[in-house]
Antibody, heavy 120, light 107 residues
Framework: QVQLQESGPGLVKPSETLSLTCTVS????????WGWIRQPPGKGLEYIGY???????NYNPSLKSRVAISVDTSKNQFSLKLSSVTAADTAVYYC??????????????WGQGSTVTVSS | DIQLTQSPSFLSASVGDRVTITCRAS??????LAWYQQKPGKAPKLLIY???TLQSGVPSRFSGSGSGTEFTLTISSLQPEDFATYYC?????????FGQGTKVEIK
């Protein structure tokens, strides 16, 4: 079955850029929408944005000026970049697949999560 | 952004209890609502999509209902493995927002 795995630095300095990659295994990245969600310590879930396998994107307006999501179909990966980070960006970052090739059907496959701490 | 308000935020219940969690949207979202279960240190797990459709592999004691602005998640007979935090998510418009969560704990 399809599995997702996040990878990237666990510690990022303030004002720098957070970079994470999600590797899709057991299935193709093609035909689906792929999202990033984050969860600050002890808090709820925040939707960051999605990318379609073709490259079209949609971002949360609260982060839009700082976020970029890209896809590499040859590697079956998609990536998140969040610039100018502050302590408020400290969170567990999840990648996930939107089910049924639509963004309206919920997210049925999730990575295990990557903890990112912003600190000098 | 569409705001989702879950009630209650915290629920204490016993094994075998029937549990209902409500999710209210600040504007109509048709049936574009999903429910997730999250256990400590784990990723959320999709339980229900399209407000009332059970995700494959999810026990039938979970059910969802509602449309428009008011939705419910019901667990017909709470099991020990159901103690977790539950989130609703609206998928009608962007950004796709989540409710604040409902923590279900053992009484």
């Amino acid at each position: 079955q399809v599995q997702l795995q996040e990878s990237g630095p666990g510690l990022v300095k303030p004002s720098e850029t957070l970079s994470l990659t999600c590797t899709v295994s057991g299935g193709s990245i093609s035909g689906y929408y792929w999202g990033w969600i984050r969860q600050p310590p002890g808090k709820g879930l925040e939707y960051i944005g999605y990318i379609y396998f073709s490259g079209s994107t949609n971002y949360n307006p609260s982060l839009k000026s700082r976020v970029a999501i890209s896809v590499d179909t040859s590697k079956n990966q998609f990536s998140l970049k969040l610039s100018s980070v502050t302590a408020a960006d400290t969170a567990v970052y999840y990648c996930a697949r939107h089910r049924a090739k639509t963004t309206r059907g919920g997210m049925d496959v999730w990575g295990q999560g990557s903890t990112v701490t912003v600190s000098s | 952004d569409i705001q989702l308000t879950q009630s209650p935020s915290f629920l204490s219940a016993s094994v075998g209890d029937r549990v209902t969690i409500t999710c209210r949207a600040s504007q109509g979202i048709s049936s574009y609502l999903a429910w997730y279960q999250q256990k400590p240190g784990k990723a959320p797990k999709l339980l229900i999509y399209a407000a009332s459709t059970l995700q494959s592999g999810v026990p039938s004691r979970f059910s969802g209902s509602g449309s428009g602005t008011e939705f419910t998640l019901t667990i017909s007979s709470l099991q020990p493995e159901d103690f977790a935090t539950y989130y609703c998510q609206q998928l009608n418009s962007y950004p796709q927002t989540f409710g604040q969560g409902t923590k279900v704990e053992i009484k």
